[in-house]
């Protein structure tokens, strides 16, 4: 197989889905493992992969490996696979916390390693991932990784003491947009608005906001005046927002974030 996932969770699920849709591999290049029997026949049926429950035969068969378990399960699965993988095999990981060093330290040999942090958009292949390899990853391995991880959305090869930055304002931000979103969808119904439409409004005013952030290229704060208009009606919600604490909030959310990665 030229792709292998240990752990077959919603994340996992969701970067096969991708990569397949997306015509990099076909189902058939891809096996995943996990213990939990129910997931591996949801796959199995819904992408069409090789799955099993043994992940040595993951580590024995695959060109690159993501380990897509929790970040406790790590040193476990690594023990586990550590003496079958090949010289060759590409290990991808995406748990929070998990330095290079200290994979390094658990595989106890020079394995080619890419730490990456993807996020849950993956699931409608609009998922944003960074990745850092170590040493031993030629450049070449590193275009194919980040071949494989932009089928599932956008990828960004980054220097290591960004990861915890970019757990704090992308692979954990997704649930402060939906709280976000929720708040916004509850506003609307204190003003009559119905809940479906209210959602649907709130989401798609956050979806083409983001859009004219990546495609206009313009600064936010720019866009932002552009809908103030002199004594209207966003100016004044922005005068609520920054009475509140918004930004101040984000931001200490986004922190709170980064040090429990730091803590993994």
């Not at 003496?83 to 590409?90: G, H, P």
């Amino acid at each position: 197989m030229k792709l292998g996932f240990i752990g077959c969770g919603n994340m996992a699920k969701a970067m096969m889905g991708g990569i397949i849709n997306s015509n990099i591999l076909a189902a058939n290049e891809i096996i995943a493992s996990d213990a939990y029997q129910p997931s591996l026949d949801k796959a199995s049926k819904e992408l069409g992969i090789n799955v099993t429950t043994d992940n040595k035969e993951v580590a024995k068969n695959s060109e690159v490996i993501v380990l897509s378990v929790k970040p406790q399960f790590y040193a476990v699965v690594i023990e586990e696979i550590k003496d079958i993988i090949s010289d060759s095999t590409i290990i991808v990981t995406i748990a929070p916390g998990q330095t290079l060093a200290r994979l390094h330290e658990q595989f106890g040999r020079d394995a080619k390693i890419v730490r990456c942090m993807p996020n849950t958009p993956a699931m409608v292949c609009e998922g944003m991932t960074a990745a850092c390899p170590n040493e031993f990853v030629t450049k070449d391995e590193m275009d194919y990784v980040s071949k494989l991880l932009s089928g599932f959305g956008k990828s960004e090869v980054v220097k290591e003491y960004m990861m915890d930055a970019v757990v704090a304002v992308s692979g954990s931000s997704p649930a402060y947009v939906y709280i976000f979103i929720e708040a916004l969808a509850d506003a609307a119904v204190v003003e009559g608005m119905p809940r479906d439409a209210a959602y649907k409004f709130a989401a798609q005013a956050v979806y083409g906001s983001a859009k004219m952030v990546l495609e206009t290229g313009m600064h936010p704060g720019a866009l932002k005046d552009m809908v103030c208009s002199p004594a209207g009606t966003t100016i004044e919600a922005v005068r609520s927002l920054e009475a509140s604490g918004f930004r101040s909030s984000v931001m200490e959310a986004a922190k709170a974030a980064a040090d429990k990665c730091k803590q993994l």
